[in-house]
């Protein structure tokens, strides 16, 4: 890759000639020069500079290519470094926090009894964010809720995965003791839970979107929700404390079975099966040992997904 598409690419991240100049360690006047030359070469404007500075259709082209450019050169070393049979390299791997608490710790002594040489990192966020860090190249693979089908990634469908209500026993027996427990245990409509202290979640993720489709289908309107948080295990752990009920994934919520203190109930009509993806760039070159991480977090998914409640 030229000097000035690496120039080019730090200011298409930045969005900023001074940031850019800072992080290649250039001057301002340098980094315009060198965006002056790729727009020469290429005949066509790559940024608007008013009233901010964002890029041009032609430059969206450019920057997404680039970014592939990047990718295959990338893949191109690890590729090579394959045939020294050296079972050695890096990758990163973006997943929730609740499922990284999940998941992580059986796939890593797995994983390292395999490939001890191998250096992982991982990040944690919501598929909206992960799928934004994969197109920018931040990262090698995630696993995804209902990945967007529309980015060019390579999708891999895993398991299906179904939501559950979660709350507290006290809280359930001073509002429910009326009702006989073993009709909500069939599935519970959401409707009863109107006005009840709730947790939900941010409005960027993909089970907030889900439960909106839901609600907005059955005419339901939650009246009290008190907090919104995209991670799991902060929702159960307020319900344990009595503060909220919420609504998880039944994989997530798997983890919480031995305690006493919550109920955990299936939703009653909900027809929104969340689908459990594994997501790459389809220029993505894997590796032996990224192959075989995949693999392992299939096995370990395909485990938890057998499980019910």
């Known amino acids: 890759m030229t000097q ?5 690419l730090l200011v298409a991240e930045t969005l900023s000639i001074s940031k850019a100049a800072k992080r290649a360690f250039v001057t301002q006047q340098c980094v315009s020069d060198h965006i002056k030359r790729m727009e020469e070469e290429y005949g066509t404007k790559l940024f608007h500079r008013n009233p901010y500075m964002h ?3 032609a430059g969206e082209v450019v920057f997404n290519s680039l970014n592939n450019i990047e990718l295959i050169e990338k893949n191109l070393m690890k590729s090579i470094s394959d045939f020294s ?10 997943m929730s926090t609740t499922r990284s608490k999940l998941l992580i710790p059986l796939l890593l002594k797995r994983y ?3 490939f001890p040489n191998v250096e992982i990192s991982f990040f944690s966020g919501d598929t909206k964010i992960l799928e934004k860090k994969l197109l920018h190249n931040k990262l090698d693979i995630f696993l995804g809720i209902n990945t967007s089908l529309n980015l060019g990634l390579h999708i891999e469908h895993v398991c299906e995965d179904y939501l559950y209500l ?3 026993k006290k809280m359930f027996i001073n509002n429910f003791s009326q009702y006989d427990l073993k009709n909500f245990k069939k599935g519970v409509d959401l409707k009863y839970f109107q006005n009840i202290p709730m947790t939900f979640y941010n409005e960027t993720g993909a089970l907030n979107t889900l439960l909106q489709q839901h609600l907005i289908t059955h005419g339901i309107e939650l009246n009290n929700v008190v907090c919104h948080t995209s991670e799991c295990d902060v929702q159960i752990d307020l319900c344990l404390n009595n503060v909220t009920s919420a609504i998880v994934p039944r994989m997530l919520a798997n983890n919480f079975l031995q305690n006493d203190e919550i109920y955990f109930f299936p939703i009653k009509d909900f027809n929104y099966p969340l689908r459990v993806d594994i997501v790459s760039n389809p220029y993505l070159e894997k590796p032996l040992y990224l192959k075989a991480f995949i693999s392992l977090l299939k096995e370990e998914l395909l485990e938890f997904s057998k499980d019910t409640l």
């Open 4 to 8: 000035n598409q690496k120039i080019f």
């Open 55 to 57: 890029l041009t259709p």
């Open 85 to 94: 049979n050296e079972r050695k390299g890096s990758f990163s791997v973006g």
């Open 112 to 114: 390292h009894e395999l």
């Open 166 to 168: 979660v709350i507290n």
